[in-house]
């Protein structure tokens, strides 16, 4: 029998994926294990397993159904908002369980065409999310760029990313005003 097709085993699914998304929106990512979305679910710890063998491909999921509100509604001056998000940015990858999702995704997608689907949809609405941004920074005189306006998220995000990911360091306040300042010259403070 085709467990996909069977009825009991979608809202079981979505049950278990309805618990995740509100675990992760209550109390953050590390929120999102097996025993409490089970408990959150109403079902056993043996169906969220059978659904999602690890959790960080539970919550990898859980973060695909949530709106991404970063580098969402820049205000101005741009370049203190920006320090507030590349700073919330950071904060998120520094937990464990936001980490191993982050790179989860970016090695499951060299194989998984889904998974890549989701990393190419994250990678663009941050790219736009953040050249729309600069954009209009540079348009009110805030910043002349020195990066191109699209290659602007590779430069800002990226180190975090890195800093968070491959050397499990922190990327601190030193890093991130480094790394704004580098991308062009700013007439705020």
Not at 54 to 73: C, I, K, Q
Request: a neutral charge.
């Amino acid at each position: 029998m085709n467990t996909d097709a069977d009825p009991r085993f979608q809202r079981s699914r979505q049950a278990i994926l309805s618990a995740a998304r509100a675990l992760l929106l209550e109390k953050g990512p590390v929120a999102v294990t097996h025993a409490q979305v089970a408990e959150r679910a109403g079902v056993g710890r043996a169906t969220v397993y059978r659904h999602w063998p690890r959790s960080d491909e539970l919550l990898a999921e859980a973060m695909a159904t949530v709106r991404m509100p970063l580098l969402d509604n820049p205000t101005a001056p741009t370049r203190q908002w920006l320090t507030r998000e590349l700073t919330a940015l950071a904060e998120q990858l520094a937990l464990a369980d936001v980490r191993a999702v982050a790179t989860t995704l970016a090695s499951t997608a060299l194989w998984d065409q889904q998974m890549d689907a989701r990393r190419a949809q994250f990678a663009s609405i941050l790219a736009d999310r953040l050249a729309g941004a600069l954009a209009a920074a540079q348009d009110r005189g805030e910043v002349a760029l020195a990066v191109p306006v699209r290659d602007a998220a590779a430069f800002l995000v990226g180190p975090i990313y890195y800093r968070s990911t491959i050397e499990h360091g922190p990327a601190g306040s030193t890093l991130i005003e480094t790394l704004i300042a580098a991308i062009g010259t700013w007439t705020t403070p």
